[in-house]
């Protein structure tokens, strides 16, 4: 190989060393990290503050008063109101006739997130990143032990790819959970401000309770997958380690 292409000393000298390091740092975690991992999320399963009962308790009051009615003189004629109607209608401007309340500060300030919520997602999302980090590092072992292509003999190889798949699709569903808390986030935004313009919608309000409650319960089927994630990875890779390490038999194994 290297007659077909000249490759550096000092530098295969550290893509070695680079290969060293990450065959072990990916040993070490499919043999101690993931099994002392999912554990860890299993005792976290176990913790009061993602095990409510009564979802109520998990609720972040609105400070937002409902203002009182506004009362629109000069239009008590019945007819003079259609006609106002009418005329909106026709030049477009009737749209909505439902202007809301303008807002230019909040009553109390700021309006908070929910802080029960706020507290488990800051819990809940290195949990995340970390998965996402370590099964880089093993799909990147697994792909450095794939042998050069060649006919027949590939049964170990597929067992290799199937792996990296699998860890493949570990990051991009972990990738998700964050852009779930994301949307989260957006929502929950949305819907306040159209309580702030909105005051007397109470269907608003129940509908920002409702999302935290169904925030609450992913985050709790988040750290369960989680777990069950580490679980299937460390079996899979412990049940094939032998093909994952040595895809192909020499050709003495091969002899009857």
């Known amino acids: 190989m290297s007659s077909l292409l000249k490759v550096?000393?000092?530098?295969?000298?550290?893509v070695d060393a680079f290969r060293e390091r990450i065959t072990s740092?990916?040993?070490?975690?499919?043999?101690?990290?993931f099994p002392n991992k999912l554990l860890e999320l299993d005792n976290f399963l176990k913790d009061p503050s993602i095990n409510i009962r009564e979802l109520k308790d998990i609720h972040s009051e609105i400070n937002l008063t409902v203002p009182d009615p506004i009362l629109v003189p000069h239009l008590h004629d019945g007819l003079e109101t259609q006609n106002a109607k009418k005329r909106k209608l026709e030049d477009g401007d009737g749209a909505d006739m439902v202007g809301g309340t303008k807002v230019f500060v909040m009553p109390g300030g700021m309006m908070k997130s929910n802080a029960n919520l706020v507290d488990l997602i800051e819990k809940v999302k290195?949990?995340?990143?970390?998965?996402?980090?370590?099964?880089?590092?093993?799909?990147?072992w697994v792909q450095l032990l794939i042998p050069r292509i060649e006919d027949g003999n590939n049964?170990?190889?597929?067992?290799q790819e199937e792996t990296v798949a699998e860890l493949r699709t570990v990051e991009g569903e972990a990738a998700s959970y964050l852009d779930q808390i994301s949307r989260y986030y957006i929502t929950r935004a949305k819907l306040v401000s159209k309580i702030a313009k909105y005051p007397h919608v109470e269907d608003y309000r129940r509908t920002v309770t409702e999302i935290d409650e169904k925030e609450y319960i992913s985050l709790k089927i988040i750290v369960s997958e989680l777990r069950n994630q580490y679980v299937t990875l460390h079996d899979m890779i412990l049940k094939n380690i032998e093909k994952i390490k040595r895809p192909r038999s020499s050709n003495a194994d091969a002899l009857y």
Request: hydrophobic share 40%; with cysteine; proline share 3%.
């Open 8 to 14: 550096d000393s000092e530098i295969k000298t550290k």
């Open 155 to 159: 049964f170990g190889v597929s067992i």
């Open 25 to 33: 740092e990916a040993e070490d975690l499919v043999a101690n990290f």
């Open 126 to 140: 290195p949990e995340i990143r970390t998965l996402i980090e370590k099964c880089n590092t093993v799909k990147m």
